[in-house]
């Protein structure tokens, strides 16, 4: 199965930004990754996701502010973070899924390997 590998988390105040990375040997282009979040207390979430034909979808806490791309040359996702807010701190994580299609946001049905997370936190 491989592993996957979340990078370039931090600490910001809030209106700053961060640059995700999600890499590792489970890094598929022809399969659908997805970018989820944990804050303490609170059920994991899907935050992004993008499929093997490049069809991003975005939760609407992001829409507008989140934006994924792929580095090609690196083998990576990208997930680019602007006008951060202090309710967008948690444990963000990536997960690749079994299929080239992305369940409908928010589902974890299919995501068969998980990066251990990388922490972001935002102060106001």
């Known amino acids: 199965q491989g592993q996957l590998v979340e990078s370039g988390g931090g600490s910001v105040q809030a209106g700053g930004s961060l640059r995700l990375s999600c890499t590792g040997s489970?890094?598929?282009?022809?399969?659908?990754i997805g970018w989820f979040r944990q804050a303490p207390g609170k059920e994991r979430e899907g935050v992004a996701s993008?499929?093997?034909?490049?069809?991003?979808t975005y939760a609407d806490s992001v829409k507008g502010r989140f934006a994924l791309s792929r580095d090609n040359a690196k083998n990576a996702l990208l997930l680019q973070m602007n006008s951060l807010k202090p309710e967008d701190s948690a444990m963000y994580y990536c997960?690749?899924?079994?299929?080239?299609?992305?369940?409908?946001?928010?589902?974890?049905?299919?995501?068969?390997?998980w990066g251990q997370g990388t922490q972001v936190t935002v102060s106001s």
């Open positions: 993008i499929d093997g034909f490049e069809h991003t």
């Open positions: 997960a690749v899924n079994v299929r080239n299609t992305c369940p409908a946001p928010g589902w974890l049905a299919g995501y068969n390997v």
């Open positions: 489970a890094y598929r282009s022809d399969r659908c």
